[in-house]
């Protein structure tokens, strides 16, 4: 689905045709980042990410594991991870993966993108089944699942959210990032780290030392 036609279309009904009965979404809340590393770390990394896309699969596999450990995990990056739609089943991956909060959601993301092959293959019902399970492998019991995939609201407000950030950032592809907000595409893990390397060094603080 091109994303004028995912955005022509209402996010209750995309949700519950695959998830329950209809219900109408009354109230948008507010939708938080999901952020990782130092709150206060000077340098800031946001990524815009598909999980249906396969080029977000692979920087999860790859970059991101070398620049969690290298930047995130040592205090000197706040990584900001912010889903984009372009189709139904990444709402609907979206929802499963906010359904188990800020502790489980980057433990649910990293399921989403490793098994992503698997669960986004079929006819809808089948990757609807395909993200319950995940949800339940991370410790979400069906009672919370329903729960979350009936959120109409919660819906309409990823939708509405996800469209005032492409406005914002301008974003046009999957993996998209902005450090210190330049924006930058999809790069190798060297150029990633360069890039990280000059922030941190205009914002007065030391870059790692390459091994």
């Given at each position: 689905?091109k994303?004028r ?10 949700t ?10 009354q109230d948008?809340p ?6 990782l ?10 990524e ?33 991870f912010?889903?984009?739609y372009?189709?139904?089943?990444g ?15 980057f433990?649910?993301t ?11 293959a ?17 410790g979400?019991?069906?009672a919370?699942?329903d ?11 990823l939708?509405n959210w ?7 950032d301008?974003?046009?592809?999957t993996?998209?990032f ?34």
């Amino acid at each position: 689905m091109k994303r004028r036609d995912f955005l022509s279309t209402t996010a209750a009904a995309l949700t519950f045709a695959a998830f329950g009965g209809p219900v109408l979404a009354q109230d948008a809340p507010a939708v938080p980042d999901m952020v990782l590393g130092n709150p206060d770390a000077k340098v800031t990394v946001i990524e815009y990410a598909s999980f249906t896309c396969p080029h977000c699969r692979n920087f999860a596999g790859d970059q991101f594991k070398q620049i969690k450990a290298n930047y995130i995990d040592t205090g000197l990056v706040k990584f900001i991870f912010r889903e984009v739609y372009f189709d139904r089943f990444g709402l609907w991956a979206s929802m499963i993966a906010r359904c188990g909060g800020d502790m489980r959601f980057f433990g649910i993301t990293e399921m989403l993108f490793e098994r992503q092959t698997e669960w986004a293959a079929g006819e809808p019902a089948a990757i609807a089944a395909n993200l319950r399970a995940i949800g339940k492998s991370a410790g979400l019991d069906d009672a919370s699942l329903d729960a979350c995939m009936a959120d109409a609201d919660q819906a309409q407000a990823l939708v509405n959210w996800y469209e005032e950030n492409r406005q914002a950032d301008n974003i046009e592809g999957t993996p998209q990032f902005k450090v210190q907000d330049v924006k930058y595409s999809n790069m190798s893990y060297e150029e990633f780290a360069k890039v990280l390397d000059e922030a941190l060094i205009a914002a007065g603080v030391e870059a790692p030392k390459s091994e």
